[in-house]
Nanobody, 114 residues
Framework: EVQLQASGGGLVQAGGSLRLSCAASGFNFDDYTIAWIRQAPGKAREEISCISNSDHTIHYVDFVEGRFTISSDNDKNTVYLQMDSLKPEDTAVYYC???????WGQGTLVTVSS
């Protein structure tokens, strides 16, 4: 059974940091790209970053580049999203997603207060 377990969300003040984790199991982790996607209240889901676990190619959407850092630990089958300099507009539920499949984690809520 494929599982993607996102964790690490919480309440933080603007300017603060959080690190999200996405623990994966049930598939060959090294073969897939994992993306972090968020959905703010009343808005559509948007992909903010992804990492290829085969060659570690990384992409960021422009409004998080320089503030967020994605990484993966292939030994632990885990993808991380380090989020620094958080802004109130970063408030959203953050999901991890195995690209090219319908597999999603359950989401973890990030709330940034002003």
């Amino acid at each position: 059974e494929v599982q993607l377990q996102a964790s690490g969300g919480g309440l933080v003040q603007a300017g603060g940091s959080l690190r999200l984790s996405c623990a994966a199991s049930g598939f060959n982790f090294d073969d897939y790209t994992i993306a972090w996607i968020r959905q703010a209240p009343g808005k559509a889901r948007e992909e903010i970053s992804c990492i290829s676990n085969s060659d570690h190619t990384i992409h960021y959407v422009d409004f998080v580049e320089g503030r967020f850092t994605i990484s993966s630990d292939n030994d632990k089958n885990t993808v991380y999203l380090q989020m620094d300099s958080l802004k109130p507009e970063d408030t959203a539920v953050y999901y991890c997603h195995r690209e090219s499949t319908s597999d999603w984690g359950q989401g973890t809520l990030v709330t940034v207060s002003s």
